[in-house]
T-cell receptor, first 110, second 113 residues
Framework: RKEVEQDPGPFNVPEGATVAFNCTYS??????FFWYRQDCRKEPKLLMS???SGNEDGRFTAQLNRASQYISLLIRDSKLSDSATYLC???????????FGKGTRLHILP | SAVISQKPSRDICQRGTSLTIQCQVD?????MFWYRQQPGQSLTLIAT?????????ESGFVIDKFPISRPNLTFSTLTVSNMSPEDSSIYLC??????????FGQGTRLTVV
């Protein structure tokens, strides 16, 4: 089993729709969780951290379920500018490792 | 947060040669990572470089091919040795402190001809 697995994508979604990404991780020692966004030919950049209590930043909501080792990202009222690859990231501090999922490509259609 | 300056931003190299990529961080950080991202793929961790110890390589990557230096807490280099076209990729350095987020350099786009 891969350490971090994501929906394969690509997701083609009309502008204004809601889209959800899922991610599972296999290492129970994982301590920190993040969603990153990567635009074409650019480096990944932090979108938001993910906490057990859930967190929201504008149109973006992230959830963490430690028991199920599952992370989600919800984007509401999607915009054309949301088109990018979204990477699920897990930090295993004990092992000095940060593990990236393969990413899910999102295309917002006008 | 950390600001990372990575260079070169791109290069075209002849097969059989070597390229050294540099990463300079604006603050002292313990953990530095080197990644490779092949076209259309996600990031693959090459190695973790902590100051004062040998770099730890992931499966499939070896020190002879990707020697790494970490002379201090703000700087690291990755060398891609004896290059072949299969080494054409984007190489990214990244830093993290503890269980916090990772910050990335702008990447080095390498083409081997």
């Amino acid at each position: 089993r891969k350490e971090v697995e994501q929906d394969p994508g690509p997701f083609n979604v009309p502008e204004g729709a809601t889209v959800a990404f899922n991610c599972t991780y296999s290492n129970s020692a994982s301590q920190s969780f993040f969603w990153y966004r990567q635009d074409c030919r650019k480096e990944p950049k932090l979108l938001m951290s993910v906490y057990s209590s859930g967190n929201e930043d504008g149109r973006f909501t992230a959830q963490l379920n430690r028991a199920s080792q599952y992370i989600s990202l919800l984007i509401r009222d999607s915009k054309l500018s949301d088109s990018a690859t979204y990477l699920c990231v897990v930090n295993i501090f004990r092992d000095d490792k940060i593990i990236f999922g393969k990413g899910t490509r999102l295309h917002i259609l006008p | 947060s950390a600001v990372i300056s990575q260079k070169p931003s791109r290069d075209i190299c002849q097969r059989g040669t070597s390229l050294t990529i540099q990463c300079q961080v604006d603050s002292q950080v313990t953990m530095m990572f080197w990644y490779r991202q092949q076209p259309g793929q996600s990031l693959t961790l090459i190695a973790t470089a902590n100051q004062g110890s040998e770099a730890t390589y992931e499966s499939g990557f070896v020190i002879d091919k990707f020697p790494i230096s970490r002379p201090n807490l703000t700087f690291s280099t990755l060398t891609v040795s004896n290059m072949s076209p299969e080494d054409s990729s984007i190489y990214l350095c990244s830093v993290s402190e503890g269980a916090t987020e990772a910050f990335f350099g702008q990447g080095t786009r390498l083409t081997v001809v």
